[in-house]
Structures are given as structure tokens and as C-alpha cells.
């Protein structure tokens, strides 16, 4: 039997269609490989957001040329993904040993490519884009109860430091219907919580319906039953007081919000071309936290962006301060080719960057571990996502504020099933992440 294996990197899109791509070999016959090495199609998913990203893709297919000098010289390695979409032709000069390269429009075409590669042939398809979605396609999920639903792909807003329009190409909502008749499909299937995916979904909607209509598309997801929903990613700009008050109104939509800020000062923030001042991010926090007091926030933010200054950096860590976020997810500045911001000379010095984001990082941690210690005697449900990768003898899953919890199972060690709610009390707090024990109680 011909078996086959799949390296994700980057976002949560890039998971999303990795299941498409398992889907797609699946039909064909092929079956998982439980070691990436022993596999006969290897598939890369690849990122380019930040610089690290391209690295790690080199390093890991270039490890893999001693499989085909060494004996198998039948293994097919692919590369697809944003990276595949952005090089297309010249990966295949850069790394010798890949058989097939395909982008991000045209994941379809993965098992027509494979079969040109084993038959000798290296094979290469880049769309510049494309009308379908890969919700169409079979799917493999990784975790049976739970789904990545994209309801946009793409992106129109051009921030000046990223590269994700350039391969995702130009924002498209997909048809209203068709996400609510899919969710409805998945709850049948036994799906408890479904992530609706986009690079900014709260514009759902305006380019096929002239205005968007997120707040009303997550009412009606919510309406189908599904014990959980939730979704990434939310750009500030876009969202609306009535996708917050959707959030306070409705039980299913989890009281977690990403909402990605980027950096604290306004000079910055216009050079980065995102489309909101300090003031009017602080303002939609203000709004959000009225409606819903205990909302666990978390964001984005780079560090090192051309041309900051020590003040503006200041900026960014009284920002992150003020918010008190749950969560912050931290960049160092990475040049993009063909990005605007890469053509600005005002760079900041490595060293600066990186101390900046050392500071950064100490105040995120500190925040994470004062918001996981309030945490400590509540009782919250939990989704179980089973054993700890850590420990098999502890269960892992995630409170409605999206934090993880690790619980030591009990001297009888059974297991509740992955996929199930529980009532957990919180007993300790780490900086990322809480531990807990079972606790009676109606979920
Ligand atoms: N669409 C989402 C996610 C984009 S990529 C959004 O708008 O938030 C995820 C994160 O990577 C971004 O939020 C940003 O913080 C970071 N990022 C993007 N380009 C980057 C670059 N060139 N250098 C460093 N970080 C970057
Ligand atoms: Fe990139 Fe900005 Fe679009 Fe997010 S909103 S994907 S950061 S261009
Ligand atoms: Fe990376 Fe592509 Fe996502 S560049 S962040 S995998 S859209």
C-alpha cells in the first residue's frame, strides 16, 4: 500500500488544507504514514510570512535528500502552499531533490501532479487563482470533532510589511448558504466546534454581497447546533458593533477574540498601512469589554518595523500594557520581497529588534500568567482534545476562553473521549497554560 505524509507550517488556512490534501490522496488509495521518512509522497505545506518560515522548508527537504540517494529514489516530495505559490518553477532549480510543486490555488491538482511524478516526471502547477473553494474537496480531519470551515479566502488589505495577498490573491467570501449547509453536514458528522477561517472575517460578505455580513453568518452558525464556534482571523478596522453584540448574545460563539494590533504607535501603525489609529483600537476594546466583561483577548504584534524608534516601541508595550491582553503573539520584522515595507531603508538594527522583543515578551509572559492565575478555583467546561502531548497519563483541552487545561486522569485512568465537555476546576496557573481536575456539574 502506498503511503503518504504531510508537513504543515504556517496559519490555520494552511491546516485547513492540509486535511484537503490528506482528502485528496486518501480517495486515491494511498493511506498515512506514521513516520514522515518511511512515507512514499511527502508533502511540504509551506509558509512564507516571515523569513524563519522559508528556512525551515529548506532545511527540512534538503534533510530529506540522503532517502532518495540512499535507496528510495522512488519517493515523490511535493511542496505546496504559500511558498510553492510564490516560487512556482524556481524551487525546482533551488531544491534538486522536489518532484512536484503546486500553490495555493489549486490544491485539486495535488494527486494528478504526484502520478506525473512517479512516473518520472517533475511536475509544476501555479494558478494566479481561482473560483472554487477546497471546502468542496474531500477532507481528512486531524481531530474528528472539530473542523476549519473558511468562509473567505484571500485578502484586499495590503499591509505594508506582509506577503499574504500576494499568495492568497484578492479577497472572495464564499456563497452564505453553502457555509451554513456545511456546518450542518459537520454537526451530522459529530463535529462539536468548527473555526470559520479568513485573513479578515469580519468583511465576509462585502465583495459578494456588497456589505459584509459576518455578524449575521455567525447567528446562523451558531443556530445549527454546534456546541462551539469560533474564528480567526479579526481585523480591528472591520469589526462591528454587531459582530460584538452577536458574540455577547449568542452561547455557542466562545467569548475569545485574536484581534491582531500589530503595533502601539500611530506612526507606525499608518507607515504599516493597517487602517486604524491607537485610540480607535483602544476604542473597539472598550466596546467589546462593555458587552462582554470577561473576554480573553490576544493579538499579533511586530517588533522592529523600518523606522522605529525607541518611543514608538514604548508605544507598543503601553499599549499591550493598557489592554492587559490574555495573549500576545510576537514577530521580529521580517522583510517580504515585493512588500512595500521592504523597499524602506529606515531598518532597526537586529540587536535593537531583538531586545525590544525580549522586553515585549517578559511583559506577554507576565500577563499570561497574572490572566491564567485569576483563573485559579473557577470552574470551567472544558473540550476535551485528548492525551497531553506532554504526558500520556494527563488529557489536554481548551476552557470557552480558548485557555488550555491539563488534567491528570484519576487512579482508575479513564479517559473521557476526545471531543467531549467536561466540568474542570482550575487548580494551578503556568504562563501557558492551566491545570485542573474533574469536577461534577451540567456542562
Ligand atoms: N490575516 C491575519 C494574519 C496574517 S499573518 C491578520 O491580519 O492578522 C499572521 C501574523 O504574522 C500577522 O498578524 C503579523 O503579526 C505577522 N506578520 C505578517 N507579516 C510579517 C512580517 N513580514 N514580519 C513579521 N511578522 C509578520
Ligand atoms: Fe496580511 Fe494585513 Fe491581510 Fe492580515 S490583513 S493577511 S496582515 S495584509
Ligand atoms: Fe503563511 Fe500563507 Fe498562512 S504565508 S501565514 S501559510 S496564508
Redesign the pocket.
Known amino acids: 500500500m502506498r503511503t503518504y505524509a504531510i508537513r504543515t507550517?504556517?496559519?490555520q488556512?494552511?491546516k485547513h488544507d492540509s486535511e484537503r490534501m490528506a482528502g485528496l490522496l486518501e480517495a486515491e488509495g494511498l493511506v498515512a504514514a506514521d513516520v514522515l521518512e518511511d512515507a512514499d509522497v511527502i508533502v511540504f505545506n509551506?509558509?512564507?510570512?516571515r523569513e524563519t518560515?522559508d528556512e525551515r522548508l529548506i532545511g527540512q527537504v534538503s534533510s530529506l535528500k540522503a532517502l532518495k540517494t540512499g535507496g528510495r529514489p522512488d519517493v515523490v516530495i511535493a511542496v505546496g502552499?504559500?511558498v510553492g505559490q510564490r516560487d512556482g518553477t524556481a524551487l525546482l532549480r533551488q531544491l534538486p531533490h522536489v518532484d512536484v510543486v503546486f500553490g495555493?490555488h489549486n490544491i485539486e491538482e495535488l494527486p494528478a501532479l504526484v502520478a506525473a511524478a512517479a512516473e518520472g516526471r517533475r511536475a509544476v502547477s501555479v494558478l494566479d487563482g481561482t473560483d472554487r473553494f477546497a471546502s468542496d474537496l474531500p477532507s481528512v480531519r486531524e481531530r474528528r470533532w472539530h473542523a476549519w470551515v473558511p468562509i473567505t479566502v484571500g485578502c484586499d488589505n495590503h499591509c505594508a510589511y506582509c506577503?499574504?495577498p500576494a499568495?492568497?490573491g484578492p479577497e472572495r467570501s464564499r456563497v452564505f448558504e453553502d457555509i451554513i449547509a456545511e456546518v450542518e453536514r459537520l454537526v451530522a458528522d459529530g463535529v462539536v466546534e468548527v473555526t470559520l477561517l479568513g485573513?479578515n472575517v469580519n468583511s465576509y460578505g462585502r465583495d459578494r454581497y456588497g456589505a459584509p455580513r459576518f455578524a449575521e453568518l455567525l447567528r446562523c452558525v451558531a443556530s445549527t447546533g454546534i456546541a462551539r464556534v469560533r474564528f480567526a482571523t479579526s481585523h480591528p478596522k472591520d469589526l462591528s458593533d454587531e459582530t460584538i453584540c452577536a458574540l455577547a448574545e449568542t452561547p455557542a460563539l466562545m467569548p475569545y477574540l485574536h484581534l491582531p494590533v500589530q503595533h502601539g504607535s500611530d506612526r507606525i501603525l499608518e507607515a504599516m498601512n493597517r487602517g486604524y489609529t491607537r485610540s480607535a483600537y483602544l476604542e473597539r476594546i472598550t466596546r467589546l469589554r462593555a458587552a462582554l466583561p470577561d473576554i480573553a483577548l490576544s493579538t499579533d504584534i511586530i517588533v522592529g518595523f523600518p523606522g522605529e524608534t525607541d518611543a514608538d516601541f514604548e508605544q507598543t508595550l503601553s499599549l499591550v500594557a493598557v489592554v492587559g491582553f490574555d495573549h500576545a503573539f510576537t514577530f521580529i520584522y521580517s522583510p517580504r520581497e515585493g512588500t512595500p515595507a521592504a523597499r524602506l531603508s529606515e531598518t532597526v538594527a537586529r540587536p535593537v529588534a531583538q531586545e525590544r522583543f525580549d522586553r515585549l515578551a517578559t511583559l506577554v509572559r507576565d500577563l499570561s500568567l497574572a490572566s491564567n492565575e485569576r483563573q485559579v478555583g473557577q470552574v470551567h467546561t472544558v473540550l476535551i482534545e485528548g492525551p497531553s502531548r506532554r504526558d500520556v497519563g494527563t488529557l489536554s483541552g481548551r476552557t470557552p476562553h480558548n485557555r488550555l487545561v491539563h488534567i491528570p486522569l484519576g487512579d482508575d485512568g479513564v479517559a473521557p473521549p476526545a471531543g467531549g465537555l467536561r466540568r474542570v476546576r482550575v487548580v494551578h496557573a503556568h504562563p501557558w497554560f492551566l491545570t485542573g481536575e474533574f469536577t461534577e456539574g451540567e456542562v
Not at 509551506?46 to 510570512?49: R, S
Open positions: 507550517f504556517g496559519c488556512m494552511n509551506t509558509c512564507c510570512v518560515a502552499g504559500c495555493t506577503i499574504v499568495v492568497r485573513q
